[in-house]
């Protein structure tokens, strides 16, 4: 008889669909390829003019109708292409899910073409101001203006599209979003609130603004050339992260539920941990110790110990503060063995994907899980002496992986992660 | 699984009304003039907040400084919070905390806003022009001050609550599921006990435009909340406020000793369709579903204002002849990601008062008998509906 609940007698979660948008391309295949075979997304930016910027590239998603549009009619369909991919593979019905969404989205404001826009509607009223701009909405409303100010706009339109229920979480833990989305779908299943879940990360959010706002807090690589080269984890010589697009989206279901209806099960979410920091608005505790914490919480939750695990997916962001947070971390909980756990950034090809890049990430741990080959961290050039990680250097792997843990952390002291494997633990 | 039961042992409010328990509680009872400040933004008329000491609960003066408004507000209130449950300073209690904030973001840099703007209307390369003002004219940290998860970076960093930090954004509904969420976590022992709530400041020129660029504000002053109807604009008055909440199951409440202000007894959520499903219909189930048999409920309404929605949540409540309602953001205006916490909070007084506060407008019916049960109700603006069942424990 199969067996339905976990070590600590909760619901098991097992994953039934993937799906995955980065600026590699769109969909799980295309992705999968050019990531194991070192191929680089980012690129010299070309959606906006780039004149007076210290930062010059991106990981931006292009290709899409909706590249052009703003933040949140992009983040949107990347949500929407991601989602419908994974539900694509869950064999669910496409326009009634009949599970709960948790979606992590940007924080976005109204766009500066917006702006522009409405400003100009009050060109005979007088000079600039917000007074002119709001008397301008008194009459006449402008409600596609507005939706893209409303933060739970995106969730709606996605619940709408694929038929989630209830009331849709859209959430933001900064850069540990997309892994909090995870989280938060997996207990819902284990507190048996829903069979199934949509659990969707997005971020298409990379415009002048959001860019400048990185760039003045000293958080961006300006190696702009070559772009490809900029994103260059746990490297001596890295400066800085890059931005980047996409969305990632996994269908988890109680394994009860998976079975029942005859499902292909992918992996398993096996745990999550998080631990939330106080020292600093942007910086880590110098030991590292919410970090620390947060990891040894997903694998208790997970019921592993540190020998355990097969494969690290790291933040790996290719700050010079966060890599080596990231490694005094891994180095404390794995001890003596963490030269020996393999651990690859996929942000050494897909740029930071802010919002996204937990749930991308997540896709790509099951991903590595499935086929066995570990993606490289490329650009590993100038090893940085003090980082002693087996990082996959720039070249692609082969091994048999049943257990990941990813990592997430943020600004404002998010720290989230996920364990996920080949098979639950019973 | 453990079903525990879920207790509110904390309360932090700050509004136009004051600050504190007490504060509301008698501004409600003696049924107030709202506090209103009509010249600032005019035509709209907002609730704005008092003056507030920041240095009571953010007492580093570099915090204060790396907050906008409504970061502060939030932070301050979640102070409030941790002091009520008696928990501030508790450094291994605040450790073990979770943490679940109902976040908006904004409150943008006006006076670079409008250089830009301007800039732009004689442009020729309004993009270069964008980069290079945006570059020098923007302060560094006021992105971080503005960012939707920083408010519960901001409470990790000067409460030290830090078990985890878990942001929830989209308007009205954020409040929901922050607190639903929180509810569920405890009553399955997935957490001990948690600090949840919101924080908006509307005195803010941006944040007004969120709402009007739909055309959701009342534009021709004050009226009582439910006599809105056909009044200019939307119908919407906001108000700046923070309230934080602190949960825990009876158990963990029980060996610390700490007093419970009401159990939270079940949460309904829902997003309907709203241009396609009866919101009306929808509020009234999930008010009968909330009121448990209950045939005289009372009822704490957090509704908008907004046209359409309070007239759908009217006229569900106009259908249950026995319930005494209390429309609160007539007092407080409408406090968007805090307004749910803010209908919770305030039933919860009363529930533990076992009082009912009386009637603040016109049609609501008197509640002479004790209450040993309220309702909280917050719909949203566009989306999102929320209903809470609080118990006197």
Redo the contacts between chains.
């Keep these: 008889m199969t067996k339905y609940t976990d070590h600590l007698?909760?619901p098991i979660v097992a994953v039934t669909g993937i799906g995955i948008v980065s600026s590699l391309g769109q969909g799980k295949e295309d992705n999968w390829a050019a990531l194991t075979a070192g191929r680089s997304g980012i690129h010299t930016i070309t959606r906006?003019?780039?004149?007076?910027?210290n930062t010059r590239i991106a990981g931006t998603v292009d290709f899409l109708g909706e590249s052009t549009a703003g933040a949140t009619p992009l983040s949107e369909k990347l949500a929407a292409l991601a989602a419908e991919e994974a539900i694509a593979q869950s064999g669910l019905p496409m326009d009634d899910f009949g599970g709960s969404l948790f979606i992590a989205?940007p924080?976005v404001?109204?766009d500066?073409k917006s702006?522009?826009a409405?400003?100009?509607t009050t060109?005979e009223d007088g000079?600039?101001?917000?007074?002119l701009?709001?008397a301008s909405?008194?009459r006449k409303?402008?409600?596609d203006?507005?939706n893209t100010?409303?933060?739970?706009y995106i969730?709606?339109r996605i619940?709408?599209t694929f038929g989630t229920r209830?009331?849709?979480?859209?959430?933001?833990?900064?850069c540990a979003s997309g892994a909090?989305a995870i989280q938060?779908g997996v207990?819902a299943i284990?507190?048996?609130?829903s069979e199934r879940v949509l659990s969707i990360g997005t971020d298409g959010s990379v415009s002048?603004?959001s860019l400048?706002?990185?760039?003045?807090?000293s958080a961006l690589s300006t190696q702009n050339d070559p772009a490809h080269k900029a994103a260059k984890p746990f490297s001596r010589d890295r400066d800085g992260f890059v931005m980047a697009e996409g969305a990632g989206a996994l269908v988890m279901e109680s394994l009860e539920s998976a079975i029942a209806r005859g499902a292909k099960i992918l992996g398993f979410l096996q745990g999550c941990g998080?631990?939330?920091?106080?020292?600093?608005?942007?910086r880590s505790k110098p030991d590292a110790s919410?970090a620390i914490g947060a990891v040894r919480a997903a694998l208790e939750d997970a019921g592993l110990t540190t020998g355990q695990i097969d494969y690290i997916n790291a933040h790996g962001t290719s700050t010079p503060e966060n890599d080596k947070m990231e490694y005094l971390a891994l180095s404390t909980v794995f001890a003596d063995r963490i030269g020996a756990i393999p651990t690859s950034s996929n942000k050494s090809m897909i740029g930071h994907t802010l919002t996204a890049a937990g749930a991308i990430e997540a896709a790509f741990s099951l991903l590595t899980i499935q086929t066995g080959t570990l993606p490289p961290t490329i650009n590993y050039d100038n090893p940085d002496p003090a980082i002693l990680l087996d990082v996959v250097p720039n070249v692609k792997r082969e091994a048999k992986v049943s257990t990941v843990l990813s990592s997430s952390f943020?600004?404002?002291?998010?720290n989230t992660c996920l364990v996920m494997g080949a098979e639950p633990v019973l | 699984m453990q079903n525990n039961k879920v207790l509110i042992t904390g309360i932090g409010i700050v509004s136009s009304l004051g600050e504190g328990l007490d504060a509301h509680w008698n501004a409600l009872v003696e049924n107030s003039e709202p506090k209103l400040d009509a010249t600032r933004f005019a035509p709209y008329t907002v609730h704005p907040l008092g003056e507030v000491d920041w240095n009571l609960q953010i007492p580093k003066r570099s915090d204060q400084r790396q907050m906008e408004t409504w970061q502060r507000l939030g932070t301050y209130a979640a102070g409030l919070a941790l002091q009520n449950a008696g928990i501030k300073e508790n450094e291994a209690l605040c450790a073990t905390m979770d943490m679940v904030v109902a976040a908006g973001g904004g409150e943008r840099d006006l006076a670079v806003d409008t250089l830009i703007l301007a800039e732009g209307r004689t442009s020729n390369d309004r993009g270069v022009m964008l980069n290079q003002k945006l570059s020098t004219e923007l302060r560094p940290t006021l992105f971080l001050a503005q960012l939707s998860n920083l408010l519960a970076g901001n409470i990790s960093i000067v409460h030290k609550v830090t078990g985890s930090s878990r942001t929830f954004m989209g308007e009205e509904a954020s409040g929901i599921s922050a607190i639903e969420t929180a509810a569920a976590r405890i009553r399955s022992g997935q957490s001990t006990h948690m600090l949840v709530g919101g924080s908006y400041n509307t005195e803010h020129f941006d944040m007004l435009l969120g709402h009007e660029l739909g055309g959701y504000l009342k534009s021709d002053g004050w009226a009582p909340l439910w006599q809105r109807q056909g009044s200019a604009g939307g119908g919407l008055v906001t108000g700046s406020g923070g309230v934080f909440l602190v949960l825990e199951s009876a158990d963990h409440a029980a060996k610390r000793g700490a007093k419970a202000y009401a159990e939270i007894e079940s949460i309904t959520s829902g997003q309907i369709r709203r241009g396609r499903d009866d919101l009306s219909k929808t509020v009234r189930d999930m008010i009968e579903t909330a009121a448990n048999g209950d045939e005289a409920p009372f009822i704490v309404s957090g509704a908008s204002g907004a046209h359409a929605p309070t007239a759908a949540e009217k006229a569900a409540l106009d259908a249950l002849p026995g319930a005494a309602v209390r429309g609160v953001t007539g007092l407080t205006g409408h406090l968007r990601e805090a307004q749910f916490p803010l209908s919770v909070a305030l039933a919860a007084i009363a529930v533990s008062k076992g009082e009912a506060f009386g009637p603040l407008g016109e049609g609501e019916m008197p509640r002479d008998k004790p209450v040993s049960a309220a309702i909280a109700t917050t719909i949203g603006v566009t989306r999102g509906e929320g209903v809470a069942r609080l118990t006197r424990v």
């Design positions: 007698g909760r906006f003019p780039t004149e007076n910027l989205a924080p404001e109204l500066w702006r522009f409405l400003d100009r060109i000079e600039t101001s917000y007074e701009m709001l909405c008194r409303p402008l409600p203006f507005f100010t409303q933060f739970g969730a709606e619940a709408d209830g009331l849709p979480i859209t959430l933001s833990t900064a909090t938060l207990e284990r507190r048996g609130e002048a603004e400048i706002r990185f760039s003045l807090l998080e631990k939330a920091d106080d020292f600093h608005r942007t919410p943020g600004f404002g002291g998010q």
